[in-house]
């Protein structure tokens, strides 16, 4: 399941659960509302993980956690520390960043 942010509090979330993956997006931007199934569909395949939607214009402070400069990005937070970010509209590129995640 995917949470979608409803106000800016996501360093609240992340220090909360073990290992949180977002999609920063915004209305705007096609490539987010590509992504955003692909990213549902990562979200069934790993329960163990909080999945998160951020909307990076209207969550300011939320944006800061993982310096977004570009969207859509995805970055993984795990017991409550930044880890890594990829900024994709690929695939590939984000499963790659979730089994970077898994395999450590």
Do not use: H
């Amino acid at each position: 399941m995917v949470k979608e942010l409803d106000k800016d509090n996501l360093e609240q979330l992340v220090s909360d659960n073990d290992t949180v993956v977002v999609q920063y997006s915004a209305s705007w931007c096609g490539n987010c509302r590509i992504m955003k199934p692909r990213f549902k569909k990562l979200a069934t395949e790993n329960e163990n993980m909080t999945f998160i939607m951020a909307d990076a214009e209207k969550f300011p402070e939320s944006r800061k956690l993982a310096n977004v400069d570009n969207l859509p990005t995805f970055a993984v937070f795990k017991n409550g520390t930044f880890v890594n970010q990829v900024q994709t509209n690929k695939f590939d590129v984000l499963k790659d960043l979730i089994n970077e995640v898994t395999s450590n």
